[in-house]
């Protein structure tokens, strides 16, 4: 059961030296997609808790690896976004609108006070936690406790800490530019914030943007200081430095504290152990009856049925949470492949090198760089797995709605060997379809197969596409996902053995393709004799189809009728009303002798049957003998064969005279 790996991951990240940032609710100082850091500013807290604001400065750059907020929270859908302890990450961002007026946003993990608002999304985030903070210090030695000192020294200084947050480019041009007014002093005046405001936002707002608010740096008069100043936004980290160099979180037994309260707010305690009442992990009852549908008129007492836990348990699956949602996106899907490793002895440093050398975008980067173009992220999220103490792995394949995951099936303990051996079965099939050597992948073949025909267009040409453009963006085409998500765990387990759905759409794409004037049966025959021959048995079902006497009589069929393909045919809508819908018209073997007629007829009214007596008569005899069932899949696969049969190009010679 991949829950039991999941425990087991979340065991080993509690026990890393650097646990923190494994915890589901405390989040890294974040970073922008340069690896940009916000912001930064250190301020210092003496013996007695107070905070020193007169030699607040900015955070070295060096130390901000090591920067962490906690985001509590009593239930995983709490939005209140409650402070208790430690670091702030804050943000506010402000958006012109069509109508000139400016909107601004929150983020981060810190609100400030709205009058605006309904209670309690009114108050401030200290506000906000108070009651939980009561909670947790209610049965504890208070005079001792570093928590209730450092929340009432925030408590006497709020009004500060929450104007550095609303007046981030004040403070982050008071810092950078060096003053004789003491930070006490400036953080109080009013007029001094205005006019470092304004000088930070002209400074770091963009000509354009300027331009927008109709304002001009030349001209700033009173209503554009105004309107300029309504635009102000930012992004900041507040780093509390404790005495003796220590961040917040060093304090072990405060954090253990809140982490308590956390954990108690998530369960209830039964006989049989911990069981959830609130929604933690996405495959167990919690108690929450709008979440529980998939548990109809079950007893909540029986709830330690679907799982109880140890209290060490629950502290592990508090660590693991995150690690067991990343995985990867089936191309053109909604579906997500998530794999946890087994094995020996696994450290945290192995979790997570696991999990770096699977990640997306970093195999994605790779595979585009890679001149032979060997890798397949499908396959690489295995085999990039070096660490010798791995063995084995479960796989969860998880689909993406609009608002959270669900999970609809798994597959335990698929050993690593076995899993390698598959894949390099499938890649030496890749490589040995056609004839130049083309590396053949599975996204490409069964997107060509099982995805949608269009003609674009613009570029006048057939493409096979696995997501289709709505009104809400791109959505993936059911065949195609559907598909995709029958078959690949059955690839992953060395199941695939039959797959009767691949050859009815292949024959769908090529007739579309013909319609639109551009046939591409030569290339997607390749396609198809790829996915067919990954398929594990013992037949070779690519040649079953070839030998099979209905693909025989349709391949003579299509030797008739290539006397009417291309331009230079008689019948110019021969192609695409017989052509491209082909298996229509041979639905059964009387239908199949009716078109072979009324071909032959046509060779007569245009005087080619002087090539095409012996194909004919050839035909006439295998009709006549055929026996066994009549596919017509297999028939038009063999008059397509023939049909698009490439003419020989004729050899030119060289005579000496």
């Not at 067919?532 to 025989?552: E, F, G, H, V």
Request: charge should be neutral; include cysteine; aromatic fraction near 14%.
């Amino acid at each position: 059961m991949s829950l039991d790996t999941v425990l087991k991951i979340g065991k080993a990240l509690r026990n890393a030296p650097d646990n923190l940032k494994y915890f589901k609710y405390v989040s890294p100082c974040p970073t922008d997609k340069d690896g940009n850091y916000p912001f930064c500013i250190s301020v210092p807290v003496l013996e007695d808790f107070s905070f020193d604001w007169n030699n607040i400065k900015e955070t070295p750059e060096n130390a901000r690896n090591k920067l962490y907020y906690l985001r509590f929270k009593t239930s995983d859908s709490d939005g209140l976004m409650k402070y208790i302890f430690g670091d702030i990450y804050y943000s506010t961002t402000a958006t012109i609108k069509k109508d000139g007026s400016v909107e601004t946003a929150e983020g981060g993990g810190y609100r400030l006070e709205s009058k605006n608002a309904k209670p309690p999304y009114n108050k401030s985030s200290f506000d906000r936690g108070a009651e939980d903070f009561e909670s947790i210090i209610k049965n504890i030695d208070k005079e001792k406790f570093v928590l209730l000192k450092f929340r009432n020294a925030f408590s006497k200084d709020q009004t500060i800490i929450e104007t550095i947050l609303g007046k981030i480019s004040a403070v982050k041009y008071y810092l950078e530019n060096p003053s004789k007014k003491d930070f006490l002093s400036f953080i109080k005046d009013d007029a001094f914030i205005k006019e470092y405001t304004i000088k930070e936002l002209l400074q770091k707002t963009s000509k354009a943007t300027l331009k927008k608010l109709g304002i001009s740096e030349a001209e700033l008069d009173e209503e554009k200081r105004k309107k300029l100043l309504e635009y102000d936004n930012g992004e900041i980290f507040i780093q509390f430095e404790f005495p003796k160099n220590k961040q917040w979180y060093d304090y072990k037994e405060e954090l253990a504290q809140i982490n308590e309260k956390m954990f108690l707010d998530f369960v209830d305690k039964s006989d049989n152990g911990f069981v959830l009442k609130k929604t933690l992990y996405k495959t167990l009852c919690s108690g929450d009856k709008k979440n529980d549908i998939q548990f109809p008129g079950f007893d909540l007492a029986a709830k330690f049925k679907s799982k109880s836990f140890s209290n060490e348990e629950i502290q592990d699956l508090f660590y693991a949470i995150d690690f067991s949602k990343k995985g990867k996106f089936i191309p053109g899907t909604n579906i997500k492949i998530i794999v946890l490793p087994h094995g020996n002895n696994l450290t945290a440093d192995n979790y997570v090198e696991f999990q770096q050398k699977g990640d997306e975008e970093r195999i994605v980067d790779e595979n585009e760089n890679n001149s032979e173009n060997e890798g397949e992220p499908l396959f690489d999220i295995f085999e990039k797995s070096d660490i010798e103490n791995i063995t084995s792995f479960d796989v969860i394949f998880s689909k993406k709605g609009e608002r959270t995951e669900v999970d609809l099936s798994e597959i335990s303990g698929i050993e690593k060997s076995k899993i390698r051996a598959t894949i390099q079965r499938i890649r030496n099939r890749g490589l040995n379809i056609f004839p130049k050597g083309k590396q053949f992948k599975l996204e490409w073949s069964l997107t060509n197969i099982m995805g949608k025909a269009i003609f674009d267009e613009k570029e006048k040409r057939v493409k096979f596409v696995n997501r289709t453009k709505t009104g809400s963006g791109l959505k993936p085409v059911p065949s195609y996902q559907s598909h995709f998500l029958k078959i690949l765990p059955l690839i992953y387990t060395d199941n695939y053995h039959f797959d009767g759905t691949l050859f009815p759409h292949f024959i769908q794409n090529v007739e579309f393709s013909i319609r639109a004037g551009d046939p591409k049966f030569n290339f997607l025959k390749f396609d198809l004799e790829f996915l067919l021959s990954i398929q594990n048995n013992q037949n070779n079902r690519y040649m079953d189809i070839t030998n099979s006497a209905s693909y025989q009589i349709g391949n003579l069929l299509g030797s008739l009728a290539k006397n009417f393909s291309g331009d230079k045919s008689p019948i110019k809508s021969f192609e695409k009303n017989f052509v491209g819908n082909l298996s229509r018209r041979i639905s059964t073997i009387n239908d199949f002798v009716k078109l072979k007629n009324d071909i032959e007829q046509k060779l007569i009214m245009h005087e080619k049957t002087k090539f095409t007596y012996q194909t004919s008569y050839e035909l006439s005899q295998k009709v006549k003998d055929f026996k066994g069932v009549y596919d017509r899949e297999e028939s038009a696969f063999g008059f397509f064969e023939a049909y698009f049969k490439p003419i020989p190009k004729k050899e030119i010679t060289n005579s000496e005279n």
